[in-house]
């Protein structure tokens, strides 16, 4: 099926310079929202260049987007209760609010409502993966080449790095990206080289990306072409391959790696659920980042999009593809149990929408007279 829309700026301007809404042209196969309502989920995918995040689910057998506006959106995590996103400069945190969402109109259609509630400044550490651990989020750094959390007293707190780094400094030396968390504890991360040079990562990335154990700090499995995307899924190990764009399954006892889904675009951006992967496709920019790498060969064929893997044969068994407005993902999510979420982003005049705004329930004299004596 295809569709058009129509996404608002990436920016608020004065009125007169305000620039026209994006038209976004996209198709999904007819089985794609069939999937995400008989499994009882939805997705959340960020756009990274586009500066949007989607909120993707079905009502009444349709496919529906909620679309908002964050710049530069690339790491999301989520747990079903709150989201953080991380943008160019900060993590914007939200909050779900399920009673509000059953109110919003048309009544009915929503169950899910993520508002945003604050945004923690980091500066531009160039955030890639985020994850939730009990009350501590955390973070890809990649521009200090660590795992952190964060403070109200600092921009960041380093927590980690790889064995390779010899300390802290603004350099993006090794491209640390993905990040997944066993047992509540950071366990797998993955980087485009071992290096402890600015920007070292880049002669290489063809070639010597890796997966870190975190615990340990041995480099389990390398060889890849820009790897991202560490997941644990029922106790196995997958990461995306991403110049060959390709998920593939790690042996976490000897590091030996099978290939198990080739699609048509660049991989980044992961999640599963059942017996599925849900994949992030994007087309490559024509810049040095991207040069030399396997799938360059092939730039005028890749997709952009979200592509469903059955994970145990390996095969597409839906899709959905942008054509035009969107040409990168950076991750995928999946949200159980929420079939139809929306999201209130930082700047809803410009998403088109209304704001929302979320207050305690009167008090039962139905006075709001609560000062301090």
Not at 79 to 99: C, E, H, S, Y
Request: charged share 20%.
């Amino acid at each position: 099926m295809s569709q058009n829309t129509q996404v608002p700026p990436a920016a608020p301007t004065p009125e007169a310079e305000k620039p026209a809404a994006t038209p976004v042209h996209f198709e999904y196969t007819g089985n794609f929202p069939y999937l995400l309502q008989q499994l009882r989920i939805s997705l959340v995918v960020s756009t990274y260049q586009a500066g949007k995040v989607l909120a993707i689910g079905t009502h009444e057998g349709k496919l529906e987007f909620a679309v908002s506006n964050f710049e530069q959106a690339m790491g999301v995590a989520v747990d079903g209760r709150r989201m953080a996103v991380g943008t160019r400069r900060q993590i914007w945190f939200l909050r779900n609010a399920p009673d509000l969402a059953r109110q919003l109109a048309p009544a009915g259609k929503f169950d899910a409502c993520y508002l945003t509630r604050s945004c923690h400044y980091t500066g531009p550490i160039h955030v890639h993966e985020m994850a939730w651990s009990g009350p501590d989020l955390w973070v890809v750094n990649t521009l200090f080449s660590c795992l952190c959390t964060l403070s109200e007293e600092y921009s960041f707190v380093p927590r980690w790095q790889p064995p390779f780094i010899s300390n802290l400094a603004a350099e993006d030396r090794c491209h640390l990206n993905g990040l997944c968390l066993e047992e509540g504890k950071p366990r797998y991360v993955t980087a485009l080289a071992e290096v402890d040079t600015p920007a070292g990562w880049r002669p290489t990335k063809a070639t010597s990306g890796c997966i870190i154990d975190v615990p340990s700090g041995e480099t389990l499995a390398r060889g890849f072409a820009m790897a991202h995307s560490p997941r644990l899924h029922q106790g196995q190990l997958f990461l995306l391959d991403s110049g060959y764009g390709r998920i593939s399954w790690v042996d976490r006892k000897t590091g030996h790696v099978e290939p198990i889904a080739h699609v048509e675009g660049y991989t980044r951006g992961l999640s599963f659920w059942g017996p599925y992967a849900f994949v992030g496709l994007s087309r490559i920019r024509e810049t040095s980042v991207f040069g030399g790498i396997p799938i360059a060969e092939k730039r005028e064929q890749l997709k952009c999009g979200v592509e469903v893997i059955e994970v145990r044969s390996g095969r597409s068994v839906g899709s959905l593809r942008f054509h035009s407005g969107v040409t990168e993902i950076f991750d995928v999510h999946v949200l159980p149990g929420q079939t139809c979420p929306t999201i209130s982003g930082p700047l809803p005049d410009v998403d088109g929408g209304s704001p929302i705004w979320l207050v305690p329930p009167p008090p039962p004299s139905g006075r709001f007279h609560d000062l301090p004596r």
